[in-house]
């Protein structure tokens, strides 16, 4: 069973920054897509950034300009390098691996950003 797991969450004020860690194991991680969601109390958990193995990025938006994704295979694991940092960008964030069908979740990690 593949399993992530996020890190690098916290407490930051607006303007700054968090880089967020997903490490995968039981996975070979260079062969998939992964994604970065998040989700707000109150609100349906949302798309925020992805990256193809190839190396491609997408980004939601209203993250554009802001954040960056990346993706060190040999490590296995994925960044979100997060700047210019929102109240409104406050949710728990969960990074995510689709592989043939089956959506592989981590536990999540808290990102509030305070006025």
């Known amino acids: 069973q593949a399993q992530l797991v996020e890190s690098g969450g916290g407490l930051v004020q607006a303007g700054g920054s968090l880089r967020l860690s997903c490490a995968a194991s039981?996975?070979?991680?260079?062969?998939?897509?992964m994604n970065w969601f998040r989700q707000a109390p109150g609100k349906e958990r949302e798309f925020v950034a992805g990256?193809?193995?190839?190396?491609?990025?997408y980004y939601v938006d209203s993250v554009k300009g802001r954040f960056t994704i990346s993706r060190d295979n040999a490590k296995n694991t994925a960044y979100l390098q997060m700047n210019s940092l929102k109240p409104e960008d406050t949710a728990v964030y969960y990074c995510?691996?689709?592989?043939?069908?089956?959506?592989?979740w981590g536990q999540g990690t808290q990102v509030t950003v305070s006025s």
């Open positions: 995510n691996v689709p592989v043939a069908g089956t959506d592989y």
């Open positions: 039981r996975l070979t991680f260079s062969g998939y897509a």
């Open positions: 990256i193809r193995w190839s190396g491609g990025t």
